[in-house]
């Protein structure tokens, strides 16, 4: 078991090659995702509430073409650190 996600995978030895493990994501990590992604959904639908669907449309649009011309900092940065 994963000591950092307790429960959240699930590893086992492959039978052919004792040498691999194989992991996979258990019910409760499932479940979780679900539950987070459920979450992220309330939250967007309270911050957008005021947003009919165009200008729901237009604000995607423009969130996709920020993050295309401005790349991904956070990565660059991290590629920086000593």
Same mark, same amino acid.
């Given at each position: 078991?994963?000591?950092?996600?307790?429960?959240?995978?699930?590893?086992?030895?492959?039978? %052919?090659?004792?040498?691999?493990?194989?992991?996979? &994501?258990?019910? =409760?990590?499932?479940?979780?995702?679900? +539950?987070?992604?459920?979450?992220?959904?309330?939250?967007?639908?309270?911050?957008?509430?005021?947003?009919? %669907?165009?200008?729901?449309?237009v604000l995607?649009? &423009?969130?996709? =073409?920020?993050?295309?011309?401005?790349? +991904?900092?956070?990565?660059?940065a991290?590629?920086?650190?000593?």
């Amino acid at each position: 078991m994963n000591a950092v996600c307790p429960g959240w995978v699930k590893t086992e030895m492959d039978a %052919a090659d004792r040498r691999r493990h194989i992991v996979e &994501i258990s019910p =409760r990590g499932t479940q979780l995702v679900t +539950d987070v992604y459920a979450g992220i959904a309330s939250v967007e639908a309270q911050l957008f509430a005021a947003l009919d %669907a165009h200008e729901i449309d237009v604000l995607h649009k &423009i969130l996709i =073409r920020i993050k295309a011309t401005a790349g +991904d900092q956070a990565c660059d940065a991290a590629d920086d650190a000593p």
